[in-house]
Protein backbone atom coordinates (compact mmCIF):
# COMPACT_ATOMS: atom_id res chain seq x y z
CA UNK A 1 0.00 0.00 0.00
CA UNK A 2 3.17 2.18 0.78
CA UNK A 3 4.13 1.73 -2.90
CA UNK A 4 0.46 2.34 -4.08
CA UNK A 5 0.28 5.56 -2.15
CA UNK A 6 3.90 7.00 -3.52
CA UNK A 7 2.73 6.56 -7.27
CA UNK A 8 -0.39 8.06 -6.90
CA UNK A 9 1.28 11.23 -4.84
CA UNK A 10 4.24 10.94 -8.33
CA UNK A 11 1.49 11.42 -10.41
CA UNK A 12 0.20 14.04 -8.68
CA UNK A 13 2.80 15.97 -7.17
CA UNK A 14 4.69 16.12 -10.67
CA UNK A 15 1.96 17.52 -12.37
CA UNK A 16 2.80 20.71 -10.47
CA UNK A 17 6.60 20.08 -10.97
CA UNK A 18 5.56 19.55 -14.60
CA UNK A 19 5.36 22.90 -15.17
CA UNK A 20 8.33 24.45 -13.31
CA UNK A 21 11.61 23.36 -12.11
CA UNK A 22 13.59 26.35 -10.50
CA UNK A 23 16.11 24.37 -8.59
CA UNK A 24 18.26 22.07 -9.95
CA UNK A 25 18.52 19.99 -6.34
CA UNK A 26 16.05 21.29 -4.27
CA UNK A 27 15.39 24.67 -2.63
CA UNK A 28 17.54 24.74 0.04
CA UNK A 29 20.63 23.22 1.58
CA UNK A 30 19.14 19.86 3.18
CA UNK A 31 16.58 19.33 -0.01
CA UNK A 32 19.67 19.49 -2.28
CA UNK A 33 21.71 17.03 0.18
CA UNK A 34 18.85 14.48 0.10
CA UNK A 35 18.64 14.43 -3.66
CA UNK A 36 22.42 13.96 -4.12
CA UNK A 37 21.95 11.03 -1.62
CA UNK A 38 18.70 9.70 -3.61
CA UNK A 39 20.81 9.99 -6.77
CA UNK A 40 23.76 7.83 -5.05
CA UNK A 41 20.58 5.22 -3.48
CA UNK A 42 19.39 4.73 -6.71
CA UNK A 43 23.03 4.18 -8.65
CA UNK A 44 24.27 1.15 -5.89
CA UNK A 45 20.52 0.00 -5.94
CA UNK A 46 19.89 -0.33 -9.61
CA UNK A 47 23.37 -1.17 -10.69
CA UNK A 48 23.19 -4.26 -8.08
CA UNK A 49 19.49 -5.38 -9.62
CA UNK A 50 17.66 -4.24 -6.32
CA UNK A 51 15.07 -2.85 -8.48
CA UNK A 52 12.40 -2.53 -5.59
CA UNK A 53 14.65 -0.54 -3.50
CA UNK A 54 16.28 1.41 -6.76
CA UNK A 55 12.24 2.28 -7.16
CA UNK A 56 12.10 3.81 -3.70
CA UNK A 57 15.13 6.18 -4.60
CA UNK A 58 13.50 7.21 -7.84
CA UNK A 59 9.86 8.34 -6.28
CA UNK A 60 12.32 10.74 -4.32
CA UNK A 61 14.29 11.79 -7.01
CA UNK A 62 11.55 12.62 -9.33
CA UNK A 63 8.71 13.91 -6.69
CA UNK A 64 11.49 16.35 -5.28
CA UNK A 65 14.39 17.43 -7.62
CA UNK A 66 13.25 16.14 -11.19
CA UNK A 67 15.85 18.39 -12.95
CA UNK A 68 18.82 17.26 -11.26
CA UNK A 69 19.90 14.02 -13.39
CA UNK A 70 18.40 12.57 -16.67
CA UNK A 71 20.09 9.26 -16.07
CA UNK A 72 16.89 8.78 -13.61
CA UNK A 73 14.84 8.70 -16.97
CA UNK A 74 17.51 7.16 -18.93
CA UNK A 75 17.34 4.02 -16.83
CA UNK A 76 14.00 3.90 -16.27
CA UNK A 77 12.57 1.89 -19.34
CA UNK A 78 15.00 -0.75 -17.80
CA UNK A 79 14.00 -0.52 -14.18
CA UNK A 80 9.76 -0.18 -14.77
CA UNK A 81 10.01 -3.32 -17.16
CA UNK A 82 11.83 -5.48 -14.32
CA UNK A 83 9.43 -3.90 -11.58
CA UNK A 84 6.24 -4.40 -14.03
CA UNK A 85 7.82 -8.10 -14.80
CA UNK A 86 7.98 -8.89 -11.25
CA UNK A 87 4.63 -7.49 -9.60
CA UNK A 88 1.80 -9.94 -9.31
CA UNK A 89 -0.68 -7.09 -7.99
CA UNK A 90 -2.69 -6.87 -11.08
CA UNK A 91 -3.97 -2.92 -9.56
CA UNK A 92 0.26 -2.04 -8.77
CA UNK A 93 0.98 -3.40 -11.85
CA UNK A 94 -1.03 -1.03 -13.60
CA UNK A 95 0.13 1.82 -11.88
CA UNK A 96 3.84 0.59 -12.38
CA UNK A 97 2.72 0.82 -16.67
CA UNK A 98 1.12 4.39 -16.05
CA UNK A 99 4.18 5.67 -14.27
CA UNK A 100 6.46 4.10 -17.02
CA UNK A 101 4.26 5.63 -19.51
CA UNK A 102 3.69 8.97 -17.86
CA UNK A 103 7.82 9.50 -17.37
CA UNK A 104 8.11 10.05 -21.13
CA UNK A 105 6.55 13.34 -20.66
CA UNK A 106 8.76 14.09 -17.34
CA UNK A 107 12.21 13.32 -20.00
CA UNK A 108 10.73 15.69 -22.42
CA UNK A 109 9.77 18.08 -20.02
CA UNK A 110 12.73 17.97 -18.12
CA UNK A 111 15.58 16.99 -20.42
CA UNK A 112 14.05 18.18 -24.12
CA UNK A 113 17.68 18.44 -25.42
CA UNK A 114 17.95 14.28 -24.89
CA UNK A 115 14.79 13.39 -24.72
CA UNK A 116 12.75 15.29 -27.85
CA UNK A 117 8.74 15.00 -28.22
CA UNK A 118 9.06 12.30 -30.96
CA UNK A 119 11.73 10.19 -29.01
CA UNK A 120 9.00 10.07 -26.22
CA UNK A 121 5.53 10.07 -27.95
CA UNK A 122 6.95 7.58 -29.54
CA UNK A 123 8.09 5.56 -26.51
CA UNK A 124 4.73 6.30 -25.14
CA UNK A 125 3.09 4.28 -27.99
CA UNK A 126 5.33 1.89 -27.88
CA UNK A 127 4.84 0.87 -24.18
CA UNK A 128 1.08 1.37 -24.68
CA UNK A 129 1.66 -1.17 -27.24
CA UNK A 130 3.40 -3.82 -24.77
CA UNK A 131 1.46 -3.45 -21.94
CA UNK A 132 -1.89 -2.80 -23.17
CA UNK A 133 -2.41 -4.15 -26.63
CA UNK A 134 -4.71 -7.00 -25.53
CA UNK A 135 -7.47 -4.33 -23.67
CA UNK A 136 -6.92 -1.69 -26.44
CA UNK A 137 -10.26 -0.96 -28.77
CA UNK A 138 -9.74 0.06 -32.29
CA UNK A 139 -10.34 3.71 -32.01
CA UNK A 140 -7.46 3.48 -29.10
CA UNK A 141 -5.05 1.59 -31.61
CA UNK A 142 -5.65 4.53 -34.32
CA UNK A 143 -4.52 7.23 -31.21
CA UNK A 144 -1.69 4.91 -30.65
CA UNK A 145 -0.76 4.38 -34.19
CA UNK A 146 -1.19 8.45 -34.64
CA UNK A 147 1.63 8.89 -31.98
CA UNK A 148 3.70 6.45 -33.85
CA UNK A 149 3.44 8.51 -37.35
CA UNK A 150 3.69 11.62 -35.00
CA UNK A 151 6.84 10.40 -33.61
CA UNK A 152 8.20 9.17 -36.92
CA UNK A 153 7.64 12.44 -38.81
CA UNK A 154 9.33 14.19 -36.18
CA UNK A 155 12.29 11.96 -35.71
CA UNK A 156 12.67 11.31 -39.15
CA UNK A 157 16.29 9.49 -39.24
CA UNK A 158 16.99 9.75 -36.02
CA UNK A 159 13.22 7.36 -35.05
CA UNK A 160 14.98 4.15 -32.71
CA UNK A 161 14.75 0.02 -34.62
CA UNK A 162 12.31 -0.28 -31.90
CA UNK A 163 9.92 2.33 -32.50
CA UNK A 164 9.45 0.88 -35.96
CA UNK A 165 9.25 -2.54 -35.35
CA UNK A 166 6.07 -1.85 -33.31
CA UNK A 167 4.74 0.91 -35.43
CA UNK A 168 4.80 -1.37 -38.24
CA UNK A 169 3.35 -4.42 -35.72
CA UNK A 170 0.56 -2.06 -35.67
CA UNK A 171 -0.09 -1.05 -38.66
CA UNK A 172 -0.39 -4.59 -40.03
CA UNK A 173 -2.80 -5.19 -37.47
CA UNK A 174 -5.10 -2.94 -38.63
CA UNK A 175 -4.45 -3.98 -42.11
CA UNK A 176 -5.66 -7.80 -41.01
CA UNK A 177 -8.84 -6.43 -39.30
CA UNK A 178 -9.81 -3.56 -41.67
CA UNK A 179 -8.65 -5.32 -45.24
CA UNK A 180 -6.69 -1.62 -45.91
CA UNK A 181 -3.70 -1.86 -46.98
CA UNK A 182 -2.66 1.54 -47.10
CA UNK A 183 -2.16 0.73 -43.14
CA UNK A 184 1.08 -0.85 -43.75
CA UNK A 185 2.17 0.51 -47.40
CA UNK A 186 2.61 3.87 -45.35
CA UNK A 187 4.21 2.44 -43.02
CA UNK A 188 6.65 1.05 -45.24
CA UNK A 189 6.84 4.45 -47.25
CA UNK A 190 7.96 5.96 -44.13
CA UNK A 191 10.12 3.04 -43.27
CA UNK A 192 12.00 3.01 -46.43
CA UNK A 193 12.19 7.05 -46.65
CA UNK A 194 13.85 7.34 -43.03
CA UNK A 195 15.90 4.17 -42.20
CA UNK A 196 17.86 4.47 -45.61
CA UNK A 197 19.09 7.64 -44.63
CA UNK A 198 19.96 6.29 -40.37
CA UNK A 199 21.91 3.63 -41.99
CA UNK A 200 23.81 5.95 -44.52
CA UNK A 201 24.91 8.63 -41.85
CA UNK A 202 25.82 5.91 -39.34
CA UNK A 203 28.20 4.75 -41.95
CA UNK A 204 29.26 7.72 -42.79
CA UNK A 205 30.24 8.44 -38.64
CA UNK A 206 31.59 4.86 -38.56
CA UNK A 207 33.64 5.60 -41.86
CA UNK A 208 34.82 9.23 -40.19
CA UNK A 209 36.08 7.23 -37.19
CA UNK A 210 37.13 4.21 -38.96
CA UNK A 211 39.63 6.79 -40.86
CA UNK A 212 40.57 8.34 -37.65
CA UNK A 213 41.83 5.20 -36.74
CA UNK A 214 43.52 3.93 -39.59
CA UNK A 215 45.43 7.67 -39.10
CA UNK A 216 46.62 6.79 -35.49
CA UNK A 217 47.83 3.60 -36.53
CA UNK A 218 49.84 4.84 -39.27
CA UNK A 219 51.41 7.27 -36.79
CA UNK A 220 52.32 4.32 -34.28
CA UNK A 221 53.57 2.45 -37.18
CA UNK A 222 56.22 5.02 -38.18
CA UNK A 223 56.98 5.75 -34.45
CA UNK A 224 55.67 9.10 -33.67
CA UNK A 225 53.24 7.98 -30.54
CA UNK A 226 54.04 4.81 -28.60
CA UNK A 227 51.44 1.99 -27.66
CA UNK A 228 49.87 3.22 -24.64
CA UNK A 229 49.14 6.80 -26.62
CA UNK A 230 47.69 4.90 -29.42
CA UNK A 231 45.40 2.73 -26.97
CA UNK A 232 44.28 6.01 -25.39
CA UNK A 233 43.44 7.68 -28.64
CA UNK A 234 41.93 5.19 -30.03
CA UNK A 235 39.40 4.57 -27.39
CA UNK A 236 36.46 7.36 -28.50
CA UNK A 237 36.64 6.57 -32.54
CA UNK A 238 36.72 2.73 -31.12
CA UNK A 239 33.76 2.52 -28.93
CA UNK A 240 31.61 4.84 -32.07
CA UNK A 241 32.86 2.82 -34.49
CA UNK A 242 31.28 0.06 -32.83
CA UNK A 243 28.25 2.14 -31.93
CA UNK A 244 27.80 3.38 -35.54
CA UNK A 245 28.05 -0.58 -36.89
CA UNK A 246 25.69 -1.62 -34.34
CA UNK A 247 22.82 0.66 -35.25
CA UNK A 248 23.35 0.19 -39.11
CA UNK A 249 22.86 -3.99 -37.87
CA UNK A 250 19.61 -2.89 -36.26
CA UNK A 251 18.35 -0.83 -38.54
CA UNK A 252 19.07 -3.65 -41.90
CA UNK A 253 17.56 -6.14 -39.57
CA UNK A 254 14.57 -3.87 -38.80
CA UNK A 255 13.86 -2.73 -42.41
CA UNK A 256 14.57 -6.26 -43.72
CA UNK A 257 12.01 -7.42 -41.45
CA UNK A 258 9.63 -4.30 -42.32
CA UNK A 259 10.30 -5.56 -46.26
CA UNK A 260 9.37 -9.00 -45.54
CA UNK A 261 6.00 -8.23 -43.59
CA UNK A 262 5.12 -6.21 -46.37
CA UNK A 263 5.48 -8.58 -49.42
CA UNK A 264 2.32 -9.80 -49.28
CA UNK A 265 0.32 -6.39 -49.42
CA UNK A 266 2.79 -4.26 -51.71
CA UNK A 267 2.75 -5.98 -54.99
CA UNK A 268 3.69 -3.85 -58.07
CA UNK A 269 0.28 -3.43 -58.94
CA UNK A 270 -1.00 -2.54 -55.38
CA UNK A 271 1.24 0.27 -55.34
CA UNK A 272 0.31 1.26 -58.70
CA UNK A 273 -3.24 1.41 -58.10
CA UNK A 274 -2.31 3.31 -54.84
CA UNK A 275 -0.13 5.92 -55.87
CA UNK A 276 -1.44 6.69 -59.44
CA UNK A 277 -4.54 8.76 -58.37
CA UNK A 278 -2.35 10.99 -55.78
CA UNK A 279 0.38 11.52 -58.12
CA UNK A 280 -1.16 14.52 -59.50
CA UNK A 281 -2.07 16.05 -55.58
CA UNK A 282 1.12 15.09 -53.88
CA UNK A 283 3.51 16.36 -56.67
CA UNK A 284 4.22 19.48 -54.56
CA UNK A 285 5.10 17.73 -51.44
CA UNK A 286 8.11 16.62 -52.08
CA UNK A 287 8.26 14.45 -48.95
CA UNK A 288 5.19 12.15 -50.15
CA UNK A 289 6.69 11.90 -53.23
CA UNK A 290 9.94 10.74 -52.16
CA UNK A 291 7.98 8.11 -49.86
CA UNK A 292 6.54 6.98 -53.57
CA UNK A 293 9.95 6.81 -54.85
CA UNK A 294 11.25 4.83 -52.60
CA UNK A 295 8.53 2.32 -51.87
CA UNK A 296 8.09 1.59 -55.47
CA UNK A 297 11.77 0.99 -55.48
CA UNK A 298 12.12 -1.53 -52.38
CA UNK A 299 9.58 -3.18 -53.84
CA UNK A 300 11.30 -3.91 -57.44
CA UNK A 301 8.95 -1.60 -59.46
CA UNK A 302 11.39 -0.44 -61.42
CA UNK A 303 9.21 -0.35 -64.67
CA UNK A 304 5.72 1.47 -62.98
CA UNK A 305 4.72 4.46 -64.91
CA UNK A 306 3.82 6.08 -61.66
CA UNK A 307 7.42 5.18 -60.39
CA UNK A 308 9.35 6.76 -63.31
CA UNK A 309 7.10 10.08 -62.94
CA UNK A 310 7.54 10.34 -59.30
CA UNK A 311 11.69 9.94 -59.92
CA UNK A 312 11.64 12.34 -62.38
CA UNK A 313 9.51 14.90 -60.08
CA UNK A 314 11.85 14.18 -57.43
CA UNK A 315 14.92 14.52 -59.08
CA UNK A 316 14.11 17.59 -60.94
CA UNK A 317 13.24 19.25 -57.33
CA UNK A 318 16.09 18.55 -55.24
CA UNK A 319 18.46 16.05 -56.91
CA UNK A 320 19.81 13.29 -54.56
CA UNK A 321 22.43 10.87 -54.81
CA UNK A 322 19.56 8.01 -54.87
CA UNK A 323 17.26 9.78 -57.13
CA UNK A 324 20.64 9.89 -59.80
CA UNK A 325 21.18 6.72 -59.09
CA UNK A 326 17.43 5.29 -59.79
CA UNK A 327 17.59 7.73 -63.11
CA UNK A 328 20.70 6.49 -64.28
CA UNK A 329 19.27 2.31 -63.71
CA UNK A 330 16.01 3.73 -66.13
CA UNK A 331 17.98 5.48 -68.70
CA UNK A 332 20.58 2.02 -68.75
CA UNK A 333 17.23 0.08 -68.97
CA UNK A 334 15.71 2.35 -71.47
CA UNK A 335 18.62 2.31 -73.68
CA UNK A 336 18.43 -1.65 -73.86
CA UNK A 337 14.88 -1.65 -74.80
CA UNK A 338 15.09 1.14 -77.22
CA UNK A 339 18.85 1.30 -79.04
CA UNK A 340 18.33 5.33 -77.93
CA UNK A 341 21.72 6.41 -77.98
CA UNK A 342 20.55 9.73 -76.10
CA UNK A 343 19.08 7.52 -73.29
CA UNK A 344 22.66 6.19 -72.65
CA UNK A 345 24.17 8.92 -72.88
CA UNK A 346 21.83 10.45 -69.90
CA UNK A 347 22.14 7.44 -67.85
CA UNK A 348 25.91 7.89 -67.79
CA UNK A 349 25.10 11.82 -66.87
CA UNK A 350 23.32 10.81 -64.27
CA UNK A 351 25.28 8.38 -62.60
CA UNK A 352 28.12 10.72 -62.49
CA UNK A 353 26.34 12.79 -60.26
CA UNK A 354 25.35 9.62 -58.07
CA UNK A 355 28.90 8.72 -57.70
CA UNK A 356 29.65 12.80 -56.42
CA UNK A 357 27.24 12.87 -54.44
CA UNK A 358 27.58 9.36 -52.81
CA UNK A 359 28.89 9.98 -49.07
CA UNK A 360 29.36 6.11 -47.73
CA UNK A 361 32.13 3.77 -49.38
CA UNK A 362 29.10 1.61 -50.21
CA UNK A 363 27.35 4.03 -52.44
CA UNK A 364 30.62 5.01 -53.85
CA UNK A 365 31.34 1.52 -54.63
CA UNK A 366 27.33 0.97 -56.30
CA UNK A 367 27.42 4.24 -58.15
CA UNK A 368 30.84 3.82 -59.50
CA UNK A 369 29.51 0.14 -60.48
CA UNK A 370 26.71 0.52 -62.42
CA UNK A 371 28.53 3.59 -63.68
CA UNK A 372 31.15 1.22 -65.54
CA UNK A 373 28.25 -0.73 -66.72
CA UNK A 374 27.01 1.84 -68.48
CA UNK A 375 30.58 2.83 -70.24
CA UNK A 376 30.88 -1.07 -71.14
CA UNK A 377 27.44 -0.65 -72.55
CA UNK A 378 28.80 2.36 -74.72
CA UNK A 379 32.32 0.64 -76.00
CA UNK A 380 33.80 3.16 -73.74
CA UNK A 381 36.39 0.11 -72.47
CA UNK A 382 38.77 2.48 -70.45
CA UNK A 383 36.31 4.93 -69.23
CA UNK A 384 34.65 1.43 -67.52
CA UNK A 385 37.95 0.18 -66.13
CA UNK A 386 38.40 3.21 -64.70
CA UNK A 387 35.07 3.35 -62.61
CA UNK A 388 35.30 -0.55 -61.89
CA UNK A 389 38.11 0.63 -60.53
CA UNK A 390 37.02 3.32 -58.62
CA UNK A 391 34.54 0.57 -57.19
CA UNK A 392 36.93 -1.59 -56.16
CA UNK A 393 38.77 1.11 -53.95
CA UNK A 394 35.30 1.92 -52.19
CA UNK A 395 34.70 -1.64 -52.14
CA UNK A 396 37.83 -4.02 -52.78
CA UNK A 397 35.53 -7.50 -52.08
CA UNK A 398 33.17 -6.72 -54.92
CA UNK A 399 33.99 -9.48 -57.28
CA UNK A 400 31.61 -8.31 -59.72
CA UNK A 401 33.97 -5.21 -60.51
CA UNK A 402 36.51 -7.87 -61.22
CA UNK A 403 34.21 -9.67 -63.59
CA UNK A 404 33.51 -6.37 -64.85
CA UNK A 405 37.06 -5.63 -65.88
CA UNK A 406 37.47 -9.22 -67.03
CA UNK A 407 34.13 -9.02 -69.78
CA UNK A 408 36.33 -5.84 -71.17
CA UNK A 409 39.31 -7.75 -71.64
CA UNK A 410 37.44 -10.68 -73.23
CA UNK A 411 35.68 -8.63 -75.51
CA UNK A 412 39.13 -6.85 -77.03
CA UNK A 413 39.61 -9.21 -79.48
CA UNK A 414 37.84 -6.89 -82.28
CA UNK A 415 39.84 -4.02 -80.95
CA UNK A 416 43.49 -5.05 -79.90
CA UNK A 417 45.48 -7.10 -82.34
CA UNK A 418 48.78 -8.40 -81.85
CA UNK A 419 51.76 -10.77 -82.75
CA UNK A 420 49.99 -13.48 -80.34
CA UNK A 421 46.16 -13.65 -81.39
CA UNK A 422 43.91 -14.22 -77.89
CA UNK A 423 46.64 -13.05 -75.50
CA UNK A 424 44.13 -10.59 -73.78
CA UNK A 425 42.20 -13.86 -72.42
CA UNK A 426 45.28 -14.41 -70.35
CA UNK A 427 44.30 -10.89 -68.46
CA UNK A 428 40.66 -12.20 -68.47
CA UNK A 429 41.34 -14.86 -66.86
CA UNK A 430 43.57 -13.20 -64.17
CA UNK A 431 40.33 -10.61 -63.11
CA UNK A 432 37.66 -13.55 -62.77
CA UNK A 433 40.58 -15.24 -60.71
CA UNK A 434 41.01 -12.06 -58.72
CA UNK A 435 36.94 -11.95 -58.57
CA UNK A 436 36.62 -15.51 -56.95
CA UNK A 437 39.65 -14.45 -54.49
CA UNK A 438 38.25 -11.68 -53.48
CA UNK A 439 34.61 -12.71 -53.42
CA UNK A 440 33.34 -16.42 -53.67
CA UNK A 441 30.11 -15.67 -54.04
CA UNK A 442 30.81 -14.89 -57.22
CA UNK A 443 32.79 -17.88 -58.31
CA UNK A 444 30.05 -19.50 -60.40
CA UNK A 445 29.16 -16.18 -62.50
CA UNK A 446 33.40 -16.12 -63.20
CA UNK A 447 34.19 -19.26 -63.74
CA UNK A 448 31.36 -19.55 -66.63
CA UNK A 449 33.04 -16.61 -67.96
CA UNK A 450 36.51 -17.88 -67.31
CA UNK A 451 35.31 -20.96 -69.28
CA UNK A 452 34.01 -19.16 -72.38
CA UNK A 453 37.67 -17.54 -72.95
CA UNK A 454 39.95 -18.99 -76.29
CA UNK A 455 43.45 -19.20 -74.95
CA UNK A 456 46.64 -18.95 -77.20
CA UNK A 457 47.35 -22.41 -78.63
CA UNK A 458 50.19 -24.13 -77.67
CA UNK A 459 51.43 -24.37 -81.56
CA UNK A 460 51.21 -20.48 -81.46
CA UNK A 461 53.43 -20.27 -78.38
CA UNK A 462 55.45 -22.31 -80.07
CA UNK A 463 56.29 -20.60 -82.85
CA UNK A 464 57.06 -17.32 -81.32
CA UNK A 465 59.09 -19.27 -78.59
CA UNK A 466 56.91 -18.52 -75.58
CA UNK A 467 57.00 -20.85 -72.66
CA UNK A 468 54.27 -21.57 -70.20
CA UNK A 469 54.32 -19.97 -66.94
CA UNK A 470 56.59 -17.24 -68.27
CA UNK A 471 55.73 -13.66 -67.98
CA UNK A 472 54.05 -11.93 -70.35
CA UNK A 473 52.57 -8.27 -71.19
CA UNK A 474 49.24 -8.18 -72.89
CA UNK A 475 49.45 -4.48 -74.79
CA UNK A 476 46.76 -2.62 -76.52
CA UNK A 477 44.48 -0.47 -74.01
CA UNK A 478 44.91 -3.28 -71.75
CA UNK A 479 48.57 -3.05 -70.55
CA UNK A 480 48.72 -5.80 -67.73
CA UNK A 481 51.05 -7.98 -67.18
CA UNK A 482 49.75 -11.86 -66.66
CA UNK A 483 51.49 -15.57 -66.84
CA UNK A 484 51.33 -17.64 -70.20
CA UNK A 485 49.22 -20.99 -69.36
Avoid at 269 to 286: F, P, Q, T, W
Wanted: one cysteine or more; proline letters at 2%; a neutral charge.
Amino acid sequence: MKKLIAVLLLLSASSFLFAQCPYKYGATEADSLECLTQITNFNLHYKAKNYNDAYDAWQKIVNNCPCSWDGIYTNAQNLFQSLIKAETDSAKKELLIDTLIYSYDMRNQYFPEKFSKGYCMGFKAYNTLIYRAKSLKYEDLLQVLDQFIQSVELEQEKTQPAIWDKYFQLAEKLTQATKDTSYVIEAYGRATDYIDVSINNAMVQYEAQTAVIDSLNELYTSGKIDTNYLINLCKKPAADTTKQMKLVVNYRKTINKIEKAVAPYASCEVLEELYADKLESIKEDLSAINKVVVTMAKSGCLTSPTFKSALEIQHKAKPTRTSAYWMGMLSLRSYGSSSNKAELDASINYLKEAVAMSETNEQKADANYLLATAYMTKGDFSESRSAAYAALKANPNMGKAYILIGDLYARSGGRCSSDLPYDYAWAAADKYAKAVAVDPSCAEQANKQRAGLRFPSSDELFKRGINKGSSYHVGCWIQENTTVR
